[in-house]
């Protein structure tokens, strides 16, 4: 495969990988983003005017508020009367079906009963008839009119002159005669012949309440061009507020083509691109292994989606402040699991998009971008909550000191500034302590540990150590006092000291399988003697492949297991190879029988477990703890291991061996120094 020319380890396949990535963020985090177009200008009532003399471009109306033109809208619609047409060939159809289903007359009453509920019916059809539904909504206010339309003539009529076809009914019993025959008359079904007569006209009333709102003005003035509307510093008074909101809404009315959106939209993809180009570049030159870790880019790229997508929503909706979003848990995640260079790069690109969605960017990019500084230089390692929540002080309280330092520039007096910012900071303060729980996920999700997973998995009272102490009292000694030295040369030379020590002490652990069959386990008897070498050499290599499988049954954390499978490297079991090849001289020897799995270490903290597991093994069998027998063990072992290539893909110096063999040297010294014998008490 051909390679880039300006750098021989980046491929084209890399470079097409990034691009892609880069792509898909920018398409995402655009996506997202409001495209109207927003106006220069932002007025703050009751505030100074913090930007340049404004005078008016053009000519434009002062448009009322939507409030005042709402109330007017009320005020109008008091005097609307929607159209009902009468139907006269109603009453007549009605009337004549009911004499005619009657002619012979009505049982149980005499016949002049039929021209009275004729006379009646005419009567109820007179006043009007409306639908249900209609009468039941203009009857909630008794002093609506309708506006009944007879042929060519229309005359207003209220709504308590009118019937619904329920109401007529009942207004047909309340007559003396018709009601002493209620019982006779319910026979007939007489709500049959009550029919609706007034029906509503759909397009006289629209007309008539679209004449009666366009008689609304919308303004209640004009601004003629030239004219001075605000001078810098002077305090945006209830007119001052109207005059520059209408601006607005006209210079936004005048921008709404389609030629200014797809400007707007490409102003925007190119603004992201850039950004996220270059913060791809700035990975790819001094961060290019963690895209050999997916897992670590997909969070990087992750977190910047995300917050623009909040920041979005938070935006578009305007229900809260974005000083609620807790920007700076980010560079909080990204110092703990990556690097302090690379979390504050994260940052200020994440924040210099975000930026570009807001009414004042400059002051939010600088708000956010000191939080980010503040959280990174706060929170080198989060091992403890009390950590975590000192943290979240001295974030909220930068960011309160940077947010009054730009309202002490702005405001003339002390009683203009607006304290409502400071309690949404103080809000993200408080938010900025989920960043706690928060962490499992994000371990889980990405595939990282913790300072804290380390920690908890460092107490002896979890399943595997306290089976380990039970089982195999002497490996987990060993582990012990392994995880010590191993945790202080780590410390000595920079390396994660918390890391090397909770993997020292699950190292062994394959061990458990076969305790007996490892010297620190034994007492007395060695079951090795009835084994030949061979096999013997096969127990001690499976505790590394056992170890692997149990760390995989208790789910423990990839850099654990790292740890199970390098600290043997790609060593022999030393003991019965030699023993063997003395024993079969003129035989050949298959090394493999006698080689650990491996891999060989390849990073600082699993070389200084490999080197402080076979010093502190090779220690138990000095004759003597003088320290020149100290230091030649250690100087042997050590640099053995160099010889034979165990650090050749490891990034440790020879500046770090040195400090390892210097606090090896010194720790075995202290621990296996001589005491005092104490004198025996004399009897009398």
Known sequence: MSSFNLKEDIQWRDILVRALLVIATVTVVVWSMPHDNTSIFHAEQGKPWKYADFTAPF???????????????????????PYYRYNVATEQQMVRKFTADYADGIPDVTDDYISIISNRLHSLYQ???????????????????????????????????????????????????????????????????????LTYDRERSETSKNELLASIPLASGLVQKGQKIVDRGEIVTDRTYRIIESFIKENDRRNEDKTQNRISLIGQILYVSILMICFTIYLSLYRKDYFEKWRSIAMLYAFIIIFALLTALFVRNTFVHVYILPYAMVPIFIRVFMDSRTAFMTHVTMITICAIMLQHPFEFAIVETVAGLVAISSLRELSQRSQLFKSAIFITLACMAVNMAFDWMQASTLSQIDYSTYNYLVVNGIALLFAYPLLYLIEKAFGFTSDITLIELSNTNNELLRRMSEVAPGTFNHSIQVANLAGEIANKIGAKGQLVRTGALYHDIGKLSNPIYFTENQSGIDPHDMLTDIESAQIIISHVTEGLRMADKHNLPKVIREFIATHHGLGKAKFFYIRYKNEHPDEPVDDLLFTYPGPNPFTREQACLMMADSVEAASRSLKEYTEQAIRELVERIIDGQVAEGYFRECPVTFRDIQYAKTVLIEKLKTIYHTRISYPMEKKE
């Open 59 to 81: 000519d434009f109306p002062i448009y009322k508020s939507d409030a005042v033109i709402q109330r007017e809208r009320d005020s109008v619609m008091k005097e609307y009367e």
């Open 127 to 197: 006043q009007g008839i409306m639908e249900q539904k209609d009468y039941d909504e203009l009857r909630s206010d008794t002093a609506n009119m309708i506006r009944v339309v007879n042929q060519k003539q229309a005359f207003s009529v209220s709504i308590l002159e009118v019937y619904s076809p329920k109401g007529a009914y009942e207004q047909l019993f309340r007559d003396e005669k018709l009601a002493s025959m209620r019982g006779a008359l319910q026979k007939c079904n007489l709500n049959n012949y009550i029919v609706p007569n």
